[in-house]
């Protein structure tokens, strides 16, 4: 049973408009929530976290929304570039520092020029 | 800095061999973690190290994989009689704690495959 989920395999956007990545959990004692960004042949890389204490989260061009309440949260990408083509994996963690943290299947995004 | 660094990038190995990959971590970092991403899959949590606590074992798929840190640094994630669906990018990640949270940076992988 997957705890963290992305269930959008996949997401075109034009270059400019806004890309939202969503994210849903089912574990409620999960209290801090990251986004990773990987392009091919590489490890991913930290892009933005969030802590249950707060509900929005924002920076540069990156803002994570967080809803307790609907064990949901977003990526927002505004506005989207080409160079943020790559695979989009959303993370969670109970117990603060250095727990496990259970990671979503991804999604990629694909931005068209 | 430098970064998580892991090898060798490519393994190709014959199925029944044993292999062992390599992580070197970020110098300081504490908590050292394997995962393993298999074709059109997520990352797949395997082994979690923190200071010299005893590893958090729960992902490991069987009893063939087993993993060691030593002097708290570098890492070996061993797989004794590999099979073909062992093959997979292996990631090894470290943390840090950053003000109020915390983030794993994660080295370039190691893509294994099991022929």
């Known amino acids: 049973d997957q705890q963290v989920k992305q269930n959008s395999p996949s997401l075109s956007v034009q270059e400019g408009r806004i890309s939202i990545l969503n994210c849903d959990y089912t574990?409620?004692?999960?209290?801090?929530f990251l986004w990773y960004k990987k392009y091919p042949a590489e490890g991913p890389t930290f892009l933005i976290s969030?802590?249950?204490?707060?509900d929005k989260n924002e920076d540069g061009r990156f803002t994570v929304f967080l809803n307790k309440s609907a064990k949901h949260l977003s990526l927002h990408i505004v506005p989207s570039q080409p160079g943020d083509s790559a695979v989009y994996f959303c993370?969670?963690?109970?117990?603060?520092?250095?727990?496990?943290?259970?990671f979503g299947p991804g999604t990629r995004l694909s931005v068209l020029p | 800095g430098a970064g998580v660094s892991q090898s060798p990038s490519n393994k190709v190995t014959e199925k029944g061999k044993d292999v062992e990959l390599r992580c070197d971590p970020i110098s300081g970092h504490t908590a050292l973690y394997w995962y393993r991403q298999s074709l059109g899959q997520g990352l797949e949590f395997l082994i979690y190290?923190?200071?010299?606590?005893?590893?958090?074992k729960s992902g490991l798929p069987s009893d063939r994989f087993s993993a060691e840190r030593t002097g708290g640094s570098v890492s070996t994630l061993t797989i004794q009689r590999t099979q073909q669906e062992d093959s997979a990018v292996y990631l090894c990640?470290?943390?840090?704690?950053?003000?109020?949270?915390?983030?794993?940076?994660f080295g370039p992988g190691t893509r294994l495959t099991v022929t």
């Open positions: 993370a969670a963690s109970t117990g603060g520092y250095g727990q496990n943290f259970v």
């Open positions: 969030i802590s249950s204490i707060k």
């Open positions: 574990n409620s004692m999960f209290d801090y």
């Open positions: 190290f923190q200071g010299n606590s005893a590893p958090d």
């Open positions: 990640a470290s943390s840090s704690r950053t003000g109020g949270g915390y983030e794993q940076y």
